[in-house]
């Protein structure tokens, strides 16, 4: 990456960094939600890093209202609204190497998605292979509570923005590449996103 790409892209994380604009409610934001297919307990909140959790905050880069921004680096995610807004959530992301990276959009999306492996991963690491068939959605899915699944150019890439079953990893590089959200936030940001939304993904 040139130095002046690399340059742009750290400016708009910068900028993506933005002050909380009012004092969100951490307990309302994680309460149990009893309606869903599969009901979520209350998180509780010192399970949940402060810089980790849902708020609204200042933005001023350069994408649109409508748009997923994911800073990898600083492992947030960012919904851009409009009146210079965005809601910032604490994100895990992939493991070196694996992560996405670039501009997408969001091709689909589901409520308590079927998981299957990728071949890739099953190639990764053999315990896949006995999910090659798929799994159910449900609370011990990896996928969680809500998937939007990434396309370009009409293709999938395989690459999700989804709930997890493992809300200890929120925060870290350690997924198979997609990006992971507690099941409260996933299920937040999926009822403001719309399919056909850009999304754009910054690794450095």
Known sequence: MSISRRGLLLGMSA?????????PNHVA?????PDEKFPLKAMPLDKIKPE??????????????????VDTPARRLYYVMDGGKAMRYGVGVGREGL???GSA?????AEWPRWTPTEN??????????????????PWNPLGARAMYLYRGGNDTHFRIHGTNQPESIGLAMSSGCVRMLNHDVIDLYERV???????VIQA
């Open 194 to 200: 719309k399919v056909g939304d850009r999304v754009v």
């Open 29 to 33: 934001n994680y309460a149990a939600v």
């Open 121 to 138: 991963m099953m190639r990764r690491e053999e315990r896949y292979r006995k999910l090659a068939g798929g799994m159910e959605g449900g």
């Open 52 to 69: 980790l959790r849902r708020q609204e905050v200042a933005y001023e880069g350069p994408h649109k209202p409508g748009s997923i921004v």
């Open 99 to 101: 992560a996405f990276a």
């Open 15 to 23: 900028l993506l960094a933005g002050c909380a604009t009012n004092a």
């Open 105 to 109: 959009y969001v091709g689909r999306k």
